[in-house]
């Protein structure tokens, strides 16, 4: 399996139903982006995906870059 296609798979319920949302466009796209921003916070806080995994979804769903 491919590195980025691994960082997309086995993550936390909500993560996983924010990035839906996000993908789907399911809502205005500014809250979309809060939601699915807070979740990946959360849970590289909570230690449920490393801060590459984080970053990977940040920089590829979010249009983030690191600095």
Request: hydrophobic fraction near 35%.
């Given at each position: 399996?491919?590195?980025n296609t691994m960082y997309e798979v086995?993550?936390?319920s909500y993560l996983?139903?924010?990035l839906?949302?996000?993908r789907e466009k399911n809502g205005p796209m500014d809250c979309?982006?809060?939601e699915l921003y807070g979740s990946i916070n959360c849970a590289e806080q909570d230690?449920?995906?490393d801060k590459e995994q984080a970053?990977?979804?940040r920089e590829k769903y979010l249009n983030?870059?690191?600095v």
């Open positions: 399996m491919e590195k086995n993550l936390p996983e139903y924010d839906n949302n996000y979309l982006w809060c230690g449920e995906i970053w990977y979804l983030m870059e690191r």
